[in-house]
């Protein structure tokens, strides 16, 4: 499993609350290089499950 660097200061949600597309981005790269869900949840304050919504597009489907 690769180490996953997050930090880059960016902005994780805008001011509606909903995860800005960089996050999503974020969200995406570290599940496809081996980051668990748990693990990226925790990072991003959301469930495994949402992190799992995010990654097969069920949300945030209009973030490439």
């Known amino acids: ?29 570290a599940v496809d290089c081996g ?8 990072t991003f304050g959301i469930s495994p499950r949402t992190v799992g919504r995010i990654v097969n597009r069920e949300s945030y489907s209009h973030v490439s």
């Open 1 to 29: 499993q690769e180490e996953f660097d997050f930090g880059d200061n960016q902005p994780i949600r805008k001011s509606d609350g909903m995860l800005t597309d960089h996050a999503v981005r974020q969200i995406r790269s």
């Open 35 to 42: 980051c668990t869900k748990a693990e990226v949840g925790r």
